[in-house]
C-alpha cells in the first residue's frame, strides 16, 4: 500500500485508475499518504523538521496545540528548551519510546493526508489518549481511508471494517 514494494507483487494496484508501477509515487505519496509505524523513526534534526519533514512548513498554531493536548504531549512539549525547534539527538536518544510514537502520530495528524496507515497507534497511548485519537479517527472517517494495524480490540470497536489475521501452525 505505500509502494515500496513495487513489482513485487502479482495483480495489479491502482492508484486513480492507473498502475502505480508506472506512477512516481514518491510524490504522491508524500501528499496523500501518512503513516505512522510501531517502531517510530525520528531524525537527529528539530522536531519541526521531523513533524513537517520539510524546513519550509509552518503549522496552524491551534491545530498543532489541539493534538498536542489530543495526545498527551503537554507537558513533553512544556518541557523543551526551545519548543518545536528543540532538536532530537542522534537516534533519538534524548525521547522515551512513548514520546517518539506520539510524535509519529502528531506528524500524521498534522499532514492531514487522505490516507492514514497506523501501526499499533495505541501502544504509547493511555486510556484518554486512546480515545481521543479514536474519536478523532471517527471524526475524519467519511473523508478518509484509515488503515490500523493492532491487537487493540477495544480501540477499533467501533472501526467500519475489520479484518482478522490469525496466525495457525502447520502440521
Request: aromatic content about 8%; overall charge negative; hydrophobic content about 40%.
Amino acid at each position: 500500500m505505500t509502494g515500496m514494494y513495487i513489482g513485487e507483487f502479482d495483480g495489479e494496484v491502482l492508484y486513480n485508475d492507473q498502475s502505480i508501477k508506472g506512477l512516481k509515487l514518491r510524490n504522491i505519496l508524500g501528499r496523500n499518504i501518512a503513516v505512522s509505524e510501531q517502531e517510530s523513526f525520528l531524525l537527529a534534526e528539530t522536531i519541526q523538521y521531523n513533524l513537517a519533514l520539510d524546513d519550509e512548513v509552518n503549522f496552524e498554531q491551534d491545530k498543532l496545540h489541539q493534538f498536542i493536548d489530543m495526545l498527551g504531549l503537554d507537558d513533553f512539549y512544556a518541557s523543551l528548551p526551545h519548543g518545536i525547534n528543540s532538536t532530537i539527538n542522534e537516534a533519538s536518544s534524548n525521547l522515551s519510546g512513548g514520546e517518539k510514537q506520539k510524535l509519529s502520530l502528531l506528524r500524521v495528524l498534522l499532514k492531514d493526508a487522505d490516507v492514514i496507515i497506523l501501526d499499533e497507534p495505541t501502544s504509547a497511548l493511555d486510556r484518554v489518549g486512546k480515545d481521543n485519537l479514536r474519536a478523532y479517527l471517527n471524526k475524519v472517517k467519511k473523508d478518509k481511508i484509515i488503515i490500523v494495524v493492532t491487537h487493540d480490540q477495544d480501540f477499533i470497536s467501533d472501526f467500519d471494517e475489520k479484518l482478522w489475521i490469525e496466525r495457525r501452525e502447520c502440521s
